[in-house]
């Protein structure tokens, strides 16, 4: 096999583990809201567990992307992909992280549903995860129009935040009986805002990957 096709190959199963990763993160993201509904703690559990299938997967590309460019000494377009690569899994592991952070919090409020006082996160979560999914896509297709329609939607994510804190600002003008409660459903909303700006990230350095720009600055 040629250098090339070696490269080519290489670049191929890269591909594969970055949509297995992004595989990953979502049904984590679909697990935290079910974990979130219904207060299921053991699923909240196997959330947090399995953030390590996301970090091993995280290593397995980082190895990966270092290994081509110690062997195959890329330039230009190549050595783009590549670094792209390394930019992109960073923020998927985060993306982990975060529904890892939000199944620790459903954990430790063991008092009454906090699903229902507001109305706004899980509208939140279903965003979050459509733009996760398709920044994933666009990424792995190179799919700059998708990723830049993307971009967008996180003004969505961040007028649904807004309305889970006038929502929470509501409950403690009214009563102190769930202070906790309301700062653990604030933090639970920054988590999936937070989501939502990495699937933003995706989709910059998906536009990185594709002119070398980012944020129409010029960097490789």
Same mark, same amino acid.
């Given at each position: 096999?040629?250098?090339?096709?070696?490269?080519?190959?290489?670049?191929?199963?890269?591909?594969?583990?970055?949509?297995?990763?992004?595989?990953?993160?979502?049904?984590?993201?679909?697990?935290?809201?079910?974990?979130?509904?219904?207060?299921?703690?053991?699923?909240?559990?196997?959330?947090?567990?399995?953030?390590?299938?996301?970090?091993?997967?995280?290593?397995?590309?980082?190895?990966?992307?270092?290994?081509?460019?110690?062997?195959?000494?890329?330039?230009?377009?190549?050595?783009?992909?590549?670094?792209?690569?390394?930019?992109?899994?960073?923020?998927?592991?985060?993306?982990?992280?975060?529904?890892? !952070?939000? /199944?620790?919090? $459903? @954990?430790?409020?063991?008092?009454?549903?906090?699903?229902?006082?507001? =109305?706004?996160?899980? &509208?939140?979560?279903?965003?979050?995860?459509?733009?996760?999914?398709?920044?994933?896509?666009?990424?792995?297709?190179?799919?700059? !129009?998708? /990723?830049?329609? $993307? @971009?967008?939607?996180?003004?969505?994510?961040?007028?649904?935040?807004? =309305?889970?804190?006038? &929502?929470?600002?509501?409950?403690?003008?009214?009563?102190?009986?769930?202070?906790?409660?309301?700062?653990?459903?604030?933090?639970?909303?920054?988590?999936?805002?937070? @989501?939502?700006?990495?699937?933003?990230?995706?989709?910059?350095?998906?536009?990185?990957?594709?002119?070398?720009?980012?944020?129409?600055?010029?960097?490789?």
């Amino acid at each position: 096999m040629t250098a090339r096709l070696t490269f080519e190959h290489e670049l191929m199963l890269l591909r594969d583990n970055l949509t297995e990763m992004g595989h990953l993160i979502e049904n984590a993201i679909d697990n935290t809201m079910k974990a979130f509904e219904t207060e299921d703690e053991e699923l909240a559990k196997e959330i947090i567990q399995g953030d390590r299938n996301i970090n091993d997967i995280e290593k397995t590309i980082e190895s990966r992307c270092l290994s081509l460019i110690l062997k195959q000494q890329p330039v230009a377009r190549d050595l783009r992909i590549v670094t792209t690569a390394l930019k992109v899994v960073t923020d998927m592991e985060r993306i982990g992280d975060h529904a890892a !952070d939000i /199944a620790e919090l $459903i @954990i430790r409020e063991k008092r009454e549903p906090i699903y229902n006082l507001v =109305k706004h996160i899980p &509208e939140m979560g279903k965003v979050s995860k459509e733009m996760v999914h398709d920044a994933v896509v666009a990424f792995t297709t190179l799919d700059i !129009d998708k /990723a830049r329609m $993307i @971009i967008q939607k996180d003004d969505v994510v961040d007028d649904l935040f807004d =309305k889970v804190k006038e &929502e929470v600002a509501t409950i403690l003008r009214t009563s102190n009986e769930h202070v906790d409660q309301c700062v653990d459903i604030l933090m639970i909303a920054k988590y999936f805002e937070r @989501i939502g700006d990495h699937a933003v990230n995706l989709c910059e350095w998906t536009e990185f990957n594709e002119t070398g720009s980012v944020n129409n600055i010029r960097i490789l």
